[in-house]
């Protein structure tokens, strides 16, 4: 069996909902670059998908050298630990990459199961200084490797006059708070009644698409916001560059890419400080942060921006010469290494 084979476990359903995740597009990746490459789930059911993943683990033992297994908090976490087990009982070697916002805090409430979890890796990757930071003490040779983005997809266009142009690209989801960018577009429609706001995401049905039209309407901004479902990622760089300000409202989060796209276009990031975004946003150098369900904070940012063009375009081109460095020209050389490393033995 060829070293460079390899097993990628992880949520492999874009066609079917649009949303794009990191694994896959490492998984084209690799197979350009000439490895073999398996991947599982396709499945959206939860049930259904975890029992895709092991049965794939140990149906396909023979089609892979290593396995790399992508860890999320809540259940998910579970899903990690069968299938590692798995893996394990075929004798091959796994990686595990760190995902999930949340894991700091499941790992401080069942600090022992993450450590058997990352002990048993032949290598742990993580995609921000972030969870490198807070996941340290569970594991400590941890390897940054950061999510990566394909530059020349996003036309840049540099923001030193941005007009009240408002986008939010996120999944509609209680932890990405997407009320708060209503509540940002109300106390700027005040000041500016031009100000509009594009949403693009797709409905996680947990409510939350609900109560952010309703709480519009009750407001009468209904006719300033515009909703687009998930979009394929290619169209993302299209709808980002109908803005000039990217939102990013959550409670809850990691390294997201859609932070990283805005930037590849040149949009100026407003955007809370929860969990990793202030190891992702060096504040007032490539976006500005905002205490995480604070409108008011987030509204004087945007303004900021609005009235300073100099900032506006410090900020734009900061933020392109940082999606730059996330290329996938630098990372896809960094998961060759390492998977070939851990699949030789090395």
């Known amino acids: ?7 990628l476990v992880g949520n492999f359903f874009s066609s079917s909902v649009s949303n794009r995740a990191v694994c896959e597009d490492l998984a084209e990746r690799l197979t350009e670059a000439g490895w073999r490459v398996c991947v599982t789930s396709q499945r959206q059911a939860r049930f259904a998908r975890l029992a895709d993943m092991a049965w794939a683990a140990w149906r396909r ?13 809540g259940p998910a976490f579970a899903w990690a630990e069968v299938v590692s087990e798995v893996v394990r009982t075929c004798g091959k070697p796994y990686v595990l990459t ?3 916002g949340n894991l700091p805090e499941l790992a401080r409430r069942c600090p022992r199961r993450v450590r058997r979890l990352l002990g048993g890796a032949a290598a742990v990757t993580v995609p921000s200084a972030y969870l490198l930071e807070r996941m340290r003490q569970y594991r400590q040779d941890l390897c940054l490797i950061p999510n990566p983005i394909e530059i020349e997809r996003y036309p840049f266009r540099l923001r030193s006059f941005p007009a009240p142009r408002l986008v939010w690209l996120r999944a509609f989801h209680r932890i990405y708070n997407p009320v708060l960018a209503v509540s940002v577009l109300r106390l700027l429609t005040e000041i500016m009644p031009e ?5 693009v995401g797709r409905d996680k049905q947990d409510g939350s698409l609900e109560r952010l039209s309703a709480e519009a309407r009750r407001l009468g901004l209904w006719n300033r916001i515009k909703l687009i479902p998930g979009v394929p990622k290619v169209d993302a760089p299209r709808c980002l560059n109908r803005g000039d300000i990217l939102l990013n409202t959550p409670d809850v989060d990691n ?4 932070v990283l796209e805005g930037m590849a276009c040149g949009l100026c990031i407003v955007s809370t400080d929860a969990g990793g975004l202030p190891y992702l946003i060096e504040d007032g150098r490539d976006g500005l942060l905002s ?11 945007v303004l900021r921006l609005l009235k300073d063009p100099t900032l506006a375009a410090e900020l734009s081109l900061n933020g392109r010469r940082k999606a730059e460095s996330c290329d996938w020209a630098y990372v896809l050389p960094k998961w060759i290494g390492l998977l070939s490393s851990v699949a030789s033995g090395r």
Not at 1 to 7: A, E
Not at 255 to 258: A, D, I, K, L
């Open 1 to 7: 069996m060829p070293t460079n084979s390899v097993l």
């Open 61 to 73: 033992r023979r089609d892979y050298c290593v396995a790399h297994v992508e860890v999320f908090s």
């Open 98 to 100: 760190l995902r999930g």
């Open 195 to 199: 100000a509009c706001l594009l949403m």
């Open 255 to 258: 390294t997201p890419v859609s």
């Open 291 to 301: 205490p995480a369900g604070d409108p008011s904070a987030m509204t004087s940012n």
